[in-house]
């Protein structure tokens, strides 16, 4: 069984505190890693999707990474409009199965 | 990235009574998701929809307890039925592309039964 878990489950930071959100899964077959930002009441928004160990991509402020076992969002010199949850998520090769497999997600909030 | 909405957006309903939540999407799409987010829990999927067959179930979800329609490739419901107040939940809808892996997500449907 898919398996996804994020820590931790809320940080708190100051404006400009560089920090990492790490998510850690375990997949028969990984086709890829998804993150996903989500602000109260809305859906959630995507953000990076990493295929293969290795792999980092960059958006503004956050830049995510990919090992075989775990994934890190880095969010260097945050804002406060960078609070939100964010949610990691995994799809597996194989069984024609598309659904992804979420983790609980980490409720960030950077104050001024 | 496509533009998805779902009606309705929130609503309270009486216990044993029935609700169907509309995803409608402005672009055609190959593949459309219901996903539940129960409160301080992760999103799980309930069924895969695509049009022109029947919806996918994961397990612990049935089709009697959350039929699913998807007549076209713009537009699904979601019918959660019977209701208990266990199933207050938000609902979401997510579309995929054809060529790429990553899910959209509508804004979703809070629901609450009393």
């Known amino acids: 069984e898919d398996q996804v878990t994020q820590s931790p489950e809320a940080l708190r930071l100051q404006e400009g505190e560089s920090s990492s959100l790490n998510c850690s899964y375990t997949?028969?077959?990984?086709?890829?890693l998804f993150w996903y930002r989500q602000d109260p009441g809305k859906g959630p928004e995507f953000l990076f999707t990493l295929y293969s160990a290795g792999e980092e991509k960059e958006k503004e402020r956050l830049k995510a990474t990919l090992t075989k076992k775990e994934s890190f969002l880095h969010i260097t010199a945050p804002k406060p409009e960078d609070s939100a949850t964010y949610l990691c998520?995994?799809?597996?090769?194989?069984?024609?199965?598309?659904?992804?497999?979420f983790g609980k997600g980490t409720h960030l909030i950077i104050q001024p | 990235s496509a533009v998805i909405s779902q009606k309705p957006s929130r609503d309270i309903c009486q216990r044993g009574t029935s609700l169907t939540i509309q995803c409608q999407v402005d672009s055609q799409v190959t593949m459309m998701f219901w996903y539940r987010q129960q409160p301080g829990q992760s999103l799980t999927l309930i069924a895969t929809a695509n049009q022109g067959s029947e919806a996918t179930y994961e397990s612990g979800f049935v089709i009697d307890k959350f039929p699913i329609s998807r007549p076209n490739l713009t537009f699904s419901t979601l019918t959660v039925s019977n209701m208990s107040p266990e199933d207050s939940s938000i609902y979401l809808c997510?579309?995929?592309?054809?060529?790429?892996?990553?899910?959209?997500f509508g804004p979703g449907t809070r629901l609450t039964v009393t």
């Open positions: 997510s579309v995929g592309t054809s060529g790429a892996y990553e899910q959209y």
């Open positions: 998520a995994v799809q597996a090769t194989g069984g024609g199965a598309d659904g992804l497999t």
């Open positions: 997949v028969s077959g990984l086709r890829g």
